[in-house]
C-alpha cells in the first residue's frame, strides 16, 4: 500500500479522556488526528463505516471464532490487487472490487461482515500501521475484554496486537466512528513521536 497518510501533515488537536476504561492491552489514544486520506468518501458510500449501527457485546470466548473464520475467510475469498489496478485510482478506500483489494479493502468487507453478523460496532475499528518492512498497512482491531485484536490480510490469525510487529499509528474511534485518534504504540512508535 502506498503511502496513505502523511501524519506529519495533518492538524493534531489534543483530546482529554478522562473517563474511558480500556483494557488490559488495549490501544491507548492520545490526541485526534485527521482521517487517512481515501477514509472521508469511503465514509459517504458506506453508512455503516462511519455511524455506529448497534449490535451486541460478547464474551471473548463467543467472539473469537468468529474473528478467526471471518478474518480467514475474507483472507481466502479476496485477491490482492492495487487500487489503480481495481478501481482506477491511487488511493480508494472500497469493499473488494470483482473480489480484489488492497488492505483497506480487505479491513472493510471484515468491517462490514463482522457487523453483519451482530459484533458491537462501538468494538470494531480500522488502524493504519506501519508494517514489519517499514510500509504503511490498513488492518481491522477488534476489542475484546482481554484488549485489542487485529484482524490483517497478511496474517491468517487474529493477533493481540502487541503480537504483529506492527507500529500502530491511528485508529478509528471506537465510539465516534467518524472520528481518528493517534494510537502510537509498536515498535518503530519512537519515530513517530514528534509528528
Not at 501524519?7 to 492520545?30: H, I, K, M, N, Q
Not at 491511487?90 to 468491517?111: M, R, T, V
Not at 504483529?164 to 519515530?191: C, E, H, I, M
Request: with cysteine; proline share 4%.
Amino acid at each position: 500500500m502506498r503511502a496513505i497518510v502523511a501524519f506529519a501533515a495533518f492538524t493534531l488537536v489534543f483530546v482529554a479522556f478522562a473517563g474511558e476504561s480500556y483494557a488490559g492491552s488495549a490501544l491507548r489514544p492520545s490526541r485526534s488526528i485527521g482521517a487517512p486520506i481515501g477514509f472521508p468518501s469511503a465514509c459517504t458510500r458506506y453508512a455503516w463505516l462511519c455511524h455506529r449501527t448497534g449490535g451486541r457485546e460478547m464474551s471473548d470466548q463467543e467472539a473469537m471464532p468468529l474473528l478467526q473464520k471471518v478474518n480467514r475467510q475474507v483472507n481466502a475469498g479476496v485477491a490482492a490487487a492495487t487500487d489503480a489496478q481495481t478501481s482506477g485510482k491511487s488511493e480508494y478506500w472500497s469493499l473488494p472490487i470483482n473480489n480484489k483489494g488492497d488492505c483497506e479493502d480487505y479491513a472493510l468487507l471484515k468491517l462490514k461482515t463482522l457487523l453483519g453478523a451482530g459484533f458491537a460496532s462501538n468494538k470494531l475499528a480500522l488502524s493504519v500501521v506501519i508494517d514489519r518492512g517499514g510500509n504503511n498497512h490498513v488492518v481491522l482491531l477488534a476489542r475484546l475484554k482481554s484488549g485489542d485484536y487485529v484482524l490483517d490480510n497478511l496474517v491468517g490469525k487474529v493477533k493481540p496486537w502487541e503480537s504483529t510487529g506492527y507500529t500502530f499509528l491511528a485508529s478509528q474511534n471506537f465510539s465516534n466512528k467518524s472520528d481518528w485518534q493517534v494510537t502510537l504504540a509498536g515498535p518503530r512508535a519512537a519515530q513517530f513521536s514528534g509528528t
